[in-house]
């Protein structure tokens, strides 16, 4: 089956510091894959994605996400942590197949950033 | 700016009295879904239009409908609320092609009493 993990319910981190939200997938086929971030009763914000090419890819408000294919991960970073970035991080996945971008979506990370 | 539209933003409806939730967006995209939010968890997708084809998710109750009389706006029917459908519901849009990532409306979020 398809499926999409992110390990933790949470991450915590210190404002200033390096961040880690990390994803792994289980997909056929070559992945589309994706950031979202939500902020609190509000929808989800696109943050990044990897299609194909570089394995580093570098989205809105500093955020980066490095494709490994050996390990089938996905995991974003941020260089330093701002505490406006507490908030729901989704990974998603977009099954090889089809034309409608159906997303497989992980069960999101909470960030939480320390001042 | 081009955007995805959701009104309202909060819905009060009573048990088992039906409700409609409204999308529209200025993208002019193909491609609408639905999807159903609850407490934080993973968005749950309901269903998509491709165009004017209705896409319905195996897993989607019948009491939740939905129409699109045109590109930009959809509608989502939920016939009979019970207390298990109160949730955030999002609305997302998106070009067609496999790499295009959806863009989302801001959400309802919908009470039962």
């Known amino acids: 089956a398809q499926s999409v993990a992110q390990p933790e319910d949470q991450v915590n981190v210190a404002e200033g510091n390096p961040l880690t939200v990390k994803c792994t997938y289980s997909?056929?086929?070559?992945?589309?894959l994706f950031w979202y971030v939500q902020y609190p009763n509000r929808g989800l914000q696109f943050l990044l994605k990897y299609i194909t090419g570089d394995n580093l890819v570098k989205g809105s408000y500093g955020f980066e996400a490095e494709f490994n294919k050996s390990q089938t991960s996905f995991h974003l970073k941020k260089p330093s942590a701002l505490v406006s970035d507490s908030a729901l991080y989704f990974c998603a996945v977009r099954p090889s197949g089809g034309a409608t971008n159906k997303l497989i979506f992980g069960t999101g990370t909470l960030l939480a950033v320390q001042p | 700016d081009a955007m995805v539209i959701q009104n309202p933003r909060y819905q009060v409806t009573q048990f088992g009295k039906p409700v409609t939730l409204s999308c529209s967006q200025t993208?002019?995209?193909?491609?609408m879904y639905w999807y159903q939010q609850k407490s934080s968890q993973a968005p749950k997708l309901l269903f998509h239009?491709?165009?004017?084809?209705?896409?319905n998710e195996a897993d989607t109750p019948d009491n939740f409908q939905s129409r699109r009389p045109n590109t930009s706006f959809c509608f989502l029917d939920i016939r009979s609320p019970g207390l298990g459908d109160a949730a955030m519901y999002l609305c997302a849009t998106s070009s067609r092609g496999s790499g295009n990532e959806q863009f989302f409306g801001p959400g309802t979020r919908l009470t039962v009493l």
């Open positions: 993208l002019n995209h193909n491609v």
């Open positions: 997909v056929s086929g070559n992945p589309y």
């Open positions: 239009y491709y165009d004017k084809d209705f896409n």
